[in-house]
């Protein structure tokens, strides 16, 4: 499986976070008078939303990015033992059961031991499949579209 990346602004980056969108740029909203600001987290409230965050060219965003790999299915046997099909994707480091987004592991060993005993088993399941970057990336906004100036560079 080929993951599909997406990206999101650091500063949204959160326990529940707003989806990612293609490209950073994808987060830019035209301003009357040629202006961008970047689009506000829909999860925040309604007041916070309305202060949009205009931007400046030259300045700098951090984007944090996500691979998605799409879903998998997983099958706990009746006598407990269980498969995926098709096997985990190779990249992917966080598996989660898509009917309950609490259900989240990070690797396809500990995912199944959770689900192994619990009242969904035995069972077909569908997971989701996903990395999430360890580092984020720092874009500028130049002419109404962000470029990639490089990774986040943290305290030493």
């Known amino acids: 499986m080929t ?66 790999y799409g879903t998998i299915g997983f099958q706990i046997h009746e006598d407990m033992t269980w498969t995926f099909d098709p096997p985990p994707p190779r990249g992917a480091q966080h598996f989660y059961l898509m009917s309950d987004f609490d259900v989240f592991e990070g690797n396809p060993e500990d995912f199944a031991l959770l689900m192994v005993g619990s009242e969904d088993c035995p069972g077909t399941h569908e997971v989701g499949c996903f990395t999430w970057c360890t580092a984020a990336v720092v874009y500028e906004f130049r002419g109404g579209t962000f470029t990639e100036i490089g990774e986040e560079v943290g305290p030493p």
């Open 3 to 68: 993951p599909t990346r997406k990206w999101v602004p650091k500063d949204y980056v959160d326990e529940v976070t707003p989806e990612p969108k293609a490209h950073p740029s994808d987060w830019l909203i035209p301003m009357t008078g040629g202006r961008f600001a970047l689009a506000p987290n829909e999860l925040e409230t309604e007041e916070v939303q309305k202060k949009l965050r205009l931007l400046a060219e030259g300045e700098r965003v951090s984007f944090e990015w996500v691979d998605e």
